[in-house]
């Protein structure tokens, strides 16, 4: 008994140091990337390396703003990925109910069909997607970059996994009681699901907030650029901007740690509570 308890000690010491060095390696860069949004370029090759936060953030900021308008960028995310969040949410939760709740023709098809278009890279369906907006006459438009990933596999999946474990003879009830179809999923399926819509929530947010590629071909006007197009733009043959590409940075990971902090107790309980059934 001395020895296994010695072994358990053991084992939960090397993981706490496991836990400490991961820790340390997440974050050394993102100190990094803050006391660099502060320096000046020219300290940015210094031996030793500057690790105290410097006084030129303004400056930086300063000089970010004139070369493309970062402001106007972060308003573009901001509403894009807000906007994105709050629709796929809705299709998400209602197409996971009906999936999860009623029984219809070719519902298995349709639900691993759905499944499958996960494992299709983006690199597949920019070119067909940007044809459609094209023809459409959406390019260049926020329309564009958020209504064709609104109806989100993984996010159909999710939903239908939590929403089965509520009790169908929960549903009758409120069917006896005389409750319409619509009214079973936003008065009894919802607000049961909120764990799982916050996790939800987070998932697609970040999608969205980081998305590049797809943003990059449907969107010319740089008006209309989203963050990662604003600073992508800063790379340029002769010289790379990179206190300004820093401080471009760590304001757009203020946003992602605003709505985790936010959404963090409900993260891992939605993420499981559709894993075990009831």
Known sequence: MHTQDKQEALWKFG?????LVVTALVLIPLYWMLVAATIPQSEFFSWPPQLIPGTYFLENFAALQENVDFVRSIGNSIFIAVTYTILSLILCSMAGFAFAKY???FKEPLFYFILATLVLPIQLLIIPLF????QIGWTNSYLAVILPWAANPLGIFL?????KAIPDSLLESARMDGA?????????ALPTMLPSLAALAIILFLNQWQAFLYPLVILQDPQMFTIPLALADLVGQQRVAFDQ???GTSLAVL????VFLTLQQYFIKGILSGSVKQ
């Open 255 to 258: 946003p992602i740690f605003i």
């Open 131 to 134: 044809l459609l907006m094209v």
């Open 245 to 247: 590409i820093m401080v």
């Open 15 to 19: 993981s706490y140091i496991f836990l």
């Open 103 to 105: 029984e219809f023709r």
């Open 180 to 188: 319409t179809e619509f009214q079973l999923y936003y008065k009894i």
């Open 159 to 163: 939903m239908r996994q939590n929403m």
